[in-house]
Nanobody
Framework: QVQLVESGGGSVQAGGSLRLFCAAS????????MGWFRQAPGKEREGVAI????????YYADSVKGRFTISQDNAKTMLYLQMNGLKPEDTAMYYC??????????????????????WGQGTQVTVSS
């Protein structure tokens, strides 16, 4: 099964930028939906940005549209999240996650954390005002 390791988190001022990295290893031949989720203290884990490795269809939470961009390398072993215009409300633990997706599936992938069965350890993002 694929293993995921996140990195790139840190502490920045409001309006700043960060780029998160998710390295995938193990069984990377299967078609996956992969993406970023976040969870702040006292809040539910929410889907932030998800991408289908087969086709590239994406999902973005309304709160991050226009500010965050998800992408992957050609080998599909590295997932990125470019975060611009960061706000204090973006402060959270960010997790990389994956689940199997059908090769022929199209449209925005699911943003429900309950449907993802492989998770990284998380990387903390803190945005101060």
């Amino acid at each position: 099964q694929v293993q995921l390791v996140e990195s790139g988190g840190g502490s920045v001022q409001a309006g700043g930028s960060l780029r998160l990295f998710c390295a995938a290893s193990g069984n990377t031949y299967r078609t996956y939906c992969m993406g970023w989720f976040r969870q702040a203290p006292g809040k539910e884990r929410e889907g932030v940005a998800i991408i289908r490795t087969n086709g590239g269809d994406t999902y973005y939470a309304d709160s991050v549209k226009g500010r965050f961009t998800i992408s992957q390398d050609n080998a599909k072993t590295m997932l990125y999240l470019q975060m611009n215009g960061l706000k204090p409300e973006d402060t959270a633990m960010y997790y990389c996650a994956a689940r199997w997706c059908a090769r022929g599936a199209r449209g925005p992938p699911s943003s429900s954390a309950l449907e993802y069965d492989v998770w990284g350890q998380g990387t903390q993002v803190t945005v101060s005002s």
